[in-house]
């Protein structure tokens, strides 16, 4: 992978939990996992797998190499069709609006091409939802990061529940350091779009149940 100082320099920003995107203050069901005592150190390694394989690497890197492409081509329809799949493959209420509130925060950072202008159009007049990933490739290409920025979707899902985990006060910095490490490991080879799916049951019920919660720390 060959890429610029400045592109990752800006690979790192908008990676970083400073980036004002509220990403961090998701934890994507995990929150309900630990309620309902699913999760813990133990097993944590094992369902962070499950998160990249069944929803990150299976759903939200083809949507968002799709978009990249559709950006790339100059193709607003087929950007607003990637963006649609994403929001219409989550199960739960609160991931699909989670997903919304970090794309729409992160839409604010977009606009210098006349496509990311034309996009954040359609979604200001609710055309497109405005899906994370799909905002991500919009960027992606304005700051010249490209592909690349697939890594940073992977890194601020994952660390979201990494840090999510240790303000809860069930894992220390160093286990979330030593999870993440695990599962950057073993990431794999995503699907083209068109065959990508989402298949975490288990998490889309957790979430759910985090919907109907009264005792929240986390928006999702």
Not at 41 to 69: D, K, Q, T
Not at 75 to 89: F, G, K
Not at 186 to 206: H, K, M, N, R, W
Request: contains cysteine; aromatic residues 8%; negative net charge.
């Amino acid at each position: 992978m060959n890429i610029r100082t400045d592109s990752l320099m800006n690979l790192m920003r908008i990676s970083d939990s400073f980036f004002p995107i509220g990403s961090f203050t998701t934890s994507q069901g995990i929150e309900q996992f630990v309620a309902d005592k699913l999760v813990n150190s133990e097993n944590l390694v094992p369902v962070l797998e499950a998160y990249v394989n069944n929803v990150w690497s299976s759903l939200e890197v083809p949507v968002f190499r799709e978009a990249l492409e559709a950006v790339e081509a100059d193709d607003l329809e087929r950007l607003i069709n990637a963006d649609h799949v994403c929001y219409a493959s989550k199960l739960a209420e609160e991931s699909r609006d989670s997903s919304v509130k970090i794309g729409n925060n992160l839409l604010k950072m977009t606009g210098s091409s006349e496509l990311g202008l034309k996009f954040r159009n359609c979604v200001d007049d609710h055309k497109s939802p405005g899906t994370y990933p799909a905002v991500l490739a919009v960027l992606s290409h304005e700051l010249e990061i490209g592909s690349s920025g697939e890594v940073s979707l992977l890194y601020v899902n994952l660390m979201e529940i990494a840090a999510a985990m240790v303000r809860m006060g069930e894992i220390d910095y160093l286990a979330a350091q030593e999870a993440v490490q695990h599962v950057i490991d073993s990431v794999p080879t995503p699907p083209p779009f068109g065959e990508e799916y989402q298949s975490f049951p288990l998490a889309d019920i957790e979430s759910m149940r985090h919907e109907c919660s009264n005792n929240r720390m986390f928006m999702s």
